[in-house]
């Protein structure tokens, strides 16, 4: 039994928005803890170009590139099992689904490239996708949220019993 068919994958009941969050999670998680193992690296050999005065707003933001990446990816890791475990219907979930993916690469992305084009004080112009992916994640981490309250009960048309005297 492969966990690649799709038929046992069904039967277990595992959607493909589930596996989607966890392999991005996991991949994720590698690719922000070899960035972070690469600023340790920058950092024990005395890199001058990371380490140097002028290079603060630079090691700040890839710092936070670092930090940022691994907490989505742990965020996507937490939506694939949560998806999995509570199985919300509804749009909710796709609107939370996506909003991480974007927010995902957004965040990390936006400081990254606002610490390669660092000039003195001042982070470079990547900066400017950091509201924007932190607009998506709020807005997943609500639509996920959201996601799992139970759905509304349809209003009853019944008619009301008159009250007797």
Not at 10 to 21: I, K, L, M, P, T
Not at 77 to 92: D, F, H, N, S
Not at 144 to 164: D, M, Q, V
Request: net charge positive; aromatic share 8%.
């Amino acid at each position: 039994m492969s966990g690649k068919d799709p038929k046992v994958s069904a039967e277990r009941g595992v959607g493909d928005d589930v596996r989607f969050h966890l392999r991005l999670g996991w991949w994720s998680l590698l690719l922000f803890a070899c960035l972070g193992l690469t600023l340790e690296a920058m950092h024990g050999f005395k890199v001058d170009w990371y380490l140097n005065v002028a290079s603060e707003t630079r090691r700040l933001m890839f710092r936070l590139a670092h930090a940022h990446g691994t907490l989505l990816a742990v965020l996507h890791l937490a939506l694939g099992a949560t998806l999995a475990v509570a199985e919300p219907e509804g749009r909710a979930p796709r609107v939370a689904s996506r909003a991480l993916i974007a927010a995902g690469f957004l965040l990390p992305a936006g400081f990254l490239l606002g610490g390669f084009g660092a000039v003195g004080g001042d982070p470079g112009m990547g900066i400017g996708l950091v509201p924007l992916g932190a607009v998506c994640l709020l807005t997943a981490l609500f639509a996920a949220g959201w996601s799992l309250n139970p759905p509304r009960a349809p209003k009853s048309k019944a008619p009301r019993p008159e009250a007797r005297e």
